[in-house]
């Protein structure tokens, strides 16, 4: 079946410096693709997406870009803050439901 | 539009219990789905539902029932609680036709 593998965390980085997060999929066909994004506490919410082969989704200085020749998504950012201190979900569209990946902890030091 | 609400926030049971997880959106989404959420798993779907009077089983649906009388109600019911499902629960709706899932807040369980 269709599945998602994410980088194993957590990830620990400086303020400012620059993210990359893993992912890679398999899946039949060409399913979109998700980030979503949980800050301590919440729920999840839809960081960026990607549906179709090369498309990059991008959102609040986060990007992602969808590879199909090396099935993957890994979420990339320039300089992160404190404030992107969160879990990051990596998730694929599988039919009616999401796949998703075991997520990756984000700490941010200031 | 208060978008996908969940209750309780916080739920302790004992083994063998039962209860009720609910979940409501007020967005008239068509889809509604029941995830739970572990350490190092991610989220697994439990049920889903593609319209009222529509359910199906996701990955992990033992232990779990659903019912879907209405567009804005889609209730998790846990018949006899095991600590097995001691968990956080989220609750997601999207439309049709969109792609995006919204997610409630969450329910944390302990089934002691």
């Known amino acids: 079946g269709n599945s998602v593998t994410q980088m194993e965390g957590p990830v620990t980085l400086s303020e400012e410096a620059f993210l990359t997060i893993n992912c890679t999929y398999t899946?039949?066909?060409?399913?979109?693709l998700f980030w979503y994004v949980q800050y301590p506490g919440e729920g999840l919410q839809l960081l960026l997406k990607?549906?179709?082969?090369?498309d990059k989704g991008s959102n609040k200085g986060f990007e992602a870009t969808y590879r199909k020749e090396t099935t993957s998504f890994h979420l990339e950012k320039g300089s992160v803050q404190v404030s992107d201190s969160a879990v990051y979900f990596c998730?694929?569209?599988?039919?009616?439901?999401?796949?998703f990946g075991a997520g990756t902890i984000l700490r941010v030091k200031s | 539009n208060a978008g996908v609400t969940q209750t309780p926030k916080f739920q302790v049971l004992k083994t063998g219990q039962s209860m009720t997880l609910q979940c409501a959106q007020d967005?008239?989404?068509?889809?509604m789905s029941w995830y739970r959420q572990d350490p190092g798993m991610g989220l697994r779907l439990i049920h889903y539902?593609?319209?009222?009077?529509?359910?199906d089983q996701g990955e992990v649906p033992n232990g779990y029932n659903v019912s879907r009388s209405t567009t804005e109600d889609f209730p998790l019911r846990l018949l006899s609680a095991a600590p097995s499902q001691t968990s956080v629960y989220f609750c997601?709706?999207?439309?049709?036709?969109?792609?995006?899932?919204?997610f409630g807040p969450g329910t944390r369980l302990t089934v002691t």
């Open positions: 997601a709706s999207r439309p049709r036709q969109g792609r995006e899932q919204y």
């Open positions: 899946a039949t066909g060409y399913p979109s």
């Open positions: 990607a549906t179709k082969a090369d």
């Open positions: 998730a694929l569209e599988d039919g009616n439901k999401l796949v």
């Open positions: 967005m008239n989404h068509e889809y």
């Open positions: 539902s593609v319209g009222a009077g529509i359910t």
